[in-house]
């Protein structure tokens, strides 16, 4: 299956039993969420509607979202993470339970996109010093024949550190040469794919847990990761969405595999960034982009590369079409570029600050922790840019 097919599949199924297509929203959380600096799940713009307010789409939801996770950062370039990717979802907000929702997973991946039973194993949590064990889940597993892996807080899903979360069960798939063996939490050749979380209880800020008014469900499925196991690709990078990067970065740039990985995840990202509004700084969300572009530009004159200069200007359409243009239309593709450039002058220009001001300074002492922290207070020059520098 390509993109679009992969898609319609996951979504159509849904909508078969009831759900409303929730359109895609900013990369930005709503109004008011200071909670996450980015939408790093599905589940962030439909928040008060698990808490109980009415959806004006109804009790049953399908859709695409996309999110931005920097919690994997220093992870991009293996086979499986992304700064920004797709994420598949499903919604019940106070209609069904687990066990429907477990049930229609199995189906949809064994019917819809024909997984055989013995590439899948899931984990349940199992409990903890405030819940108990997650018993329909353990029982629905069991009713249908899948090996279950019991664990604790790695299946316990939170919004944030207050608000609405619950224990999850998580659909592995094996990637490995042969049959499968061992288990998700003892062999990383089983990917996850698909997370459904049961969402039972709202946390309060002293950490406390009181139930919700309504059990909802939140389901999300990395879609890159789902063409990953149906395309038999080796990466993430090797589905059919990144077709466009990989035909044009290694003509570019000769670099080595996560090297280029890491350079077509962070422009990527960074054009969606930009795409939804944001531009770098030196906090927040700014921030997050200019970290961004800044590990791309260090990695190309490091290696004494050509810069930005020649990226196409496709890529940034294309980029910009797959995700979708922000709330209003968005920045053109040129627009985008435009800003990237001149994050990349701004670059140049502290590498010149940078070598000036080491030049001053005795060699010992430039990577003293001390000395770093000052140059990047006082000076703006991030901890990585003088290591380069000295290099």
């Known amino acids: 299956m390509n993109t679009r097919e992969t898609i319609s599949t996951f979504t159509g199924f849904y909508r078969e039993h009831g759900h409303e297509l929730s359109p895609s929203q900013s990369l930005l959380p709503p109004r008011g969420d200071d909670s996450v600096l980015f939408t790093t799940s599905g589940m962030h713009h439909l ?10 789409l109804g009790r049953r939801l399908t859709g695409v979202q996309r999110c931005l996770r920097t919690t994997d950062l220093d992870e991009v370039g293996d086979p499986t993470h992304l700064t920004v990717f797709e994420m598949l979802g499903s919604w019940s907000l106070g209609d069904y339970g687990s066990r429907q929702s477990l049930r229609w997973g199995y189906r949809l991946l064994r019917e819809g996109f024909g997984l055989r039973p013995e590439q899948l194993y899931v984990t349940v949590f199992g409990g903890d010093e405030q819940v108990g064990p997650d018993v329909e889940s353990l029982e629905t597993w069991g009713d249908l024949g899948v090996p279950v892996e019991v664990l604790s807080e790695d299946n316990w899903w939170s919004n944030g550190p207050t608000g609405p979360c619950g224990p999850d069960s998580e659909i592995f798939v094996w990637t490995g040469v042969g049959e499968p063996r061992d288990t998700p ?14 969402m039972r209880y709202e946390r309060l800020s002293d950490g406390s847990l009181v139930p919700l008014p309504q059990v909802g469900i939140d ?22 969405v990144f077709q466009p990067w990989r035909e044009t970065v290694p003509t570019l740039w000769p670099l080595d595999l996560r090297e280029r990985r890491v350079v ?20 927040g969300r700014g921030y997050v982009l200019r970290r961004l572009l800044r590990r791309v530009l260090t990695i190309l004159w490091r290696q004494n590369l050509t810069l930005l200069d020649e990226l196409p200007l496709d890529l940034y359409t294309h980029t910009l079409d797959r995700f979708g243009r922000s709330p209003g ?5 040129d ?7 001149e994050e990349q002058r701004r670059f140049v220009g502290v590498l010149e600050r940078g070598r000036k001001l080491l030049s001053r300074l005795p060699r010992e002492e430039v990577l003293d922790d001390r000395t770093l922290r000052y140059l990047h207070e006082t000076h703006g020059l991030p901890r990585e840019i003088v290591e380069v520098l000295v290099r």
């Open 219 to 240: 389901t999300g499925m990395g879609l890159e990761r789902l063409l990953t196991i149906l395309q038999g690709t080796d990466s993430v990078y090797d589905c059919d």
């Open 335 to 341: 627009q985008v570029r435009q800003v990237v450039l």
């Open 264 to 283: 077509v995840d962070h422009l990527r990202s960074s054009m969606v960034v930009v795409g939804d509004g944001v531009r770098p700084s030196n906090t």
């Open 185 to 198: 939490g003892t062999n990383s050749d089983w990917v996850e794919i698909w997370n459904h979380v049961m």
């Open 47 to 56: 928040t008060p509607y698990l808490l109980g307010r009415p959806h004006p």
């Open 329 to 333: 239309g968005g920045p053109t593709p």
